[in-house]
């Protein structure tokens, strides 16, 4: 994937708060304060965490963060994943009564803050958890960072296109990026302004 791509979707920009867990995958501040996340980096952890995926049959992946639920259901849907958008509901993975009860073996969330409720409810039950970390985010409960922009829509529609891809070229279902049938635009959520404009 050409780092043109990384760039235009803005996978790289970060924030101007870095927390002391995310201050390693900074390459360097901007002048505007931003911090600029290493583009190197991002390529490897996306394809190591694709492998790591690949082998599991009952991924779940949340995002109560709305710019993140069009790119988790789309992945969800490409990689045969469980998407759990919007509010995670206590108990969803702890207590086998609750209506909404999912089992899953590895926990994939959009945004650690916004989803503690589903690493709390992973890390209670020992499954690994892989989360797309802003800089400005807290990671001591998470099992393998992807540093990424997570608050855009083009770069979390690009993390999550990537993310499948990987996942679909490990699990032998396509050899090449270019027999993916997907592509970024097909991840990203419609921008709320635009519509309001039509």
Request: hydrophobic share 40%; net charge positive; proline share 5%.
């Amino acid at each position: 994937m050409p780092y043109e791509q990384f760039l235009s979707a803005g996978m790289h920009i970060g924030m101007k708060q870095q927390t002391k867990d995310m201050e390693r995958f900074v390459y360097k501040l901007r002048d505007d304060g931003l911090a600029v996340l290493d583009l190197k980096t991002i390529e490897k952890r996306i394809k190591l965490a694709a492998q790591f995926l690949s082998r599991f049959d009952r991924i779940m992946v949340v995002s109560r963060k709305f710019v993140g639920w069009k790119p988790a259901t789309k992945f969800a849907e490409v990689v045969g994943a469980k998407e759990l958008t919007g509010r995670f509901l206590p108990g969803t993975i702890t207590n086998p009564a609750f209506p909404g009860y999912y089992e899953p073996e590895v926990l994939l969330v959009t945004d650690p803050l916004m989803d503690a409720q589903a690493i709390k409810e992973a890390g209670k039950m020992r499954i690994p958890i892989i989360a797309l970390s802003d800089t400005c985010n807290e990671t001591g409960l998470i099992d393998f960072v992807i540093p990424i922009n997570n608050k855009g829509r083009k770069s979390l529609a690009m993390v999550y296109y990537l993310l499948a891809m990987e996942i679909e070229k490990c699990r032998g279902k396509i050899k090449e990026d270019e027999e993916f049938a997907h592509k970024p635009e097909d991840f990203e959520t419609e921008d709320r302004r635009k519509r309001r404009e039509e």
